[in-house]
């Protein structure tokens, strides 16, 4: 009997081209496990040896999990459940919920998530944290009042909300937005354009690298994050990592990152409220200070080595279940 690293399998409905979260996911993860694991990333598993199967998405890897669970009845297999999948299609989706049911380890990325999932399955579930690493925030307390928002538009995120409480704010606030991410809609594209024309405070970049992003992230007074359904958004940690406070709607996936009391939600949807709630935090040196401190306090939580633990011990219990008669003995991370 041979022993050897443990093959891991991460199926990612997303690739590097993608430039969105899972894909920043199953990247992290990857060079989290390298080390310890032959580890390749996959659009869809196409059969090839796995010890394990990690799947994000139930809806978009549902194939993938379905085929390697027929394949592969006793392998482990994880689910990494995604916004859309804790607060939409596994109650409405029969290709969601039968990957959730294939799945012997379920993976939530925020606190919160975890009461989404049916009673059921929350005793084969647990929260891996998303991490980012630090930067450094450029220190200026110079006017206009730099906010940023990183997000490709889409309807989950709703970039509509923030279009819209633009046109509610005064011309001559001391505020400036700056806008992130690939038109994934082409209405919400036009309509980002529109709101360029219409507000001179508003400016939409499109798409930008990773790198491009997290610099505008670490240069602005807050970010704001207004998505209406969420996992566990990686933008967040990286603004809290970065130093900088967060207005986000109040959704699970916001409360699961930044806490019940944090200070600086807005309900979903609401553009009037976003709009007080940015000129409030340009105005208010106290309230943006104390939301600062309440997002620093949270700041421990995302460091890559508290992800790398928890990562590695998901796949460690995932092998101690790897029972295969006459396997090659397969080597327990470290």
């Known amino acids: 009997m041979v022993s050897r690293r ?23 993860w990857q060079k989290f496990l390298a080390p310890v694991a032959d580890v390749q990333i996959v659009l869809a598993w196409n059969g090839a040896p796995a010890d394990v199967l990690i799947a994000l998405h139930a809806r978009r890897s549902a194939d993938s999990i379905e085929r390697f669970a027929a394949a592969h009845p006793r392998a482990p297999l994880a689910l990494v459940m995604t916004g859309t999948d804790l607060y939409r299609d596994i109650r409405t ?77 005064p011309a001559d606030s001391a505020l400036r ?10 209405m919400l594209g036009t309509l980002a354009q529109q709101t360029m024309q219409a507000c001179p405070l508003y400016r939409w970049l499109g798409p930008l690298p990773r790198t491009s992003a997290r610099r505008h992230i670490a240069q602005a007074h807050a970010l704001i994050h207004m998505s209406r359904m969420e996992g566990g958004a990686n933008v967040v940690i990286e603004a809290i990592r970065c130093g900088v406070p ?5 959704i699970d996936g916001n409360v699961g990152l930044l806490g019940a009391n944090y200070g600086g939600y807005f309900p979903v949807g609401d553009a ?19 939301l600062r401190a309440q997002c ?10 508290t992800e790398r633990a928890a990562v590695r011990a998901l796949l460690a ?18």
């Open 177 to 186: 937005i700056t806008h992130i991410g690939k038109a994934l809609d082409p």
């Open 272 to 290: 009037s409220a976003l709009a007080r709630l940015m000129q409030r935090a340009a105005s208010d040196e106290t309230f943006i200070t104390h």
């Open 6 to 28: 443990p093959r891991v399998c991460i199926v990612s409905p997303a690739l590097a081209d993608a430039n969105n979260g899972n894909w920043h996911t199953a990247s992290r």
């Open 93 to 169: 989706e029969a290709l969601a919920q039968h990957a959730l049911q294939c799945a012997s380890h379920v993976v939530v990325l925020q606190d919160e998530g975890l009461t989404a999932l049916p009673a059921e399955v929350r005793a084969r579930a647990r929260v891996i944290v998303q991490s980012a690493t630090k930067l450094v925030r450029r220190a200026s307390s110079t006017r206009p009042f730099e906010l940023v928002a990183v997000g490709h538009l889409r309807e989950e995120k709703d970039p509509a909300t923030l279009m819209a409480a633009m046109r509610l704010l």
């Open 296 to 305: 620093a306090l949270r700041e421990p939580r995302f460091t890559p080595a």
């Open 246 to 250: 967060v207005l986000a709607s109040r």
């Open 317 to 334: 219990d995932m092998l101690a279940l790897h029972t295969s008669p006459g396997a090659d003995t397969i080597a327990a991370p470290q």
